[in-house]
């Protein structure tokens, strides 16, 4: 049997692609967006096109997006959250800046009694983020 991978698949509900180009633009990676053709089929969305579907996929953060339908409203609440852990310190601290601009800092990076440096936010989206910098000998 395969390995299994979990990742958050959030609902933008209109605002996917302004999201995932903000998310991209802090990761890297490559961003993969889907619209509807006339039959229903998925097909590469153009400038305009609703996001039926998006992924994002850099240095193993993967995050998956849609725009949603009208009639299933989504509702942000604060008992999920994206965590990004690893040990490279320039790149988390410029990720935890970048994401966190236009949002909520609940906490900012610092040292914790476990060692690793630790900060959390709510992003401009309503997206609850930790990131979790651990010290390189673990």
């Known amino acids: 049997m395969g390995q299994l991978v979990a990742n958050p698949y959030i609902n933008f509900q209109g605002r996917a692609r302004e999201a995932m180009t903000f998310y ?25 096109d609703a996001i039926m579907h998006s992924r994002l996929a850099a240095d193993g953060v993967t995050i998956m997006a849609t725009d949603g339908m009208p009639t299933y409203p989504p509702t942000v609440v604060d008992n999920m959250a994206i965590t990004v852990v690893g040990s490279d310190r320039e790149r988390l601290t410029t990720i935890f800046t970048k994401l966190s601009e236009g949002g909520m800092v609940k906490q900012a990076l610092k040292e914790e009694s476990w060692g690793d440096t630790f900060g959390y936010f709510t992003d401009k989206f309503g997206i609850n983020w930790m990131i979790d910098i651990t010290k390189e000998d673990r």
């Open 24 to 48: 991209q633009a802090a990761f890297g990676g490559t961003l993969d967006l889907l619209a509807f053709d006339e039959g229903g089929a998925p097909r590469p969305a153009n400038q305009n």
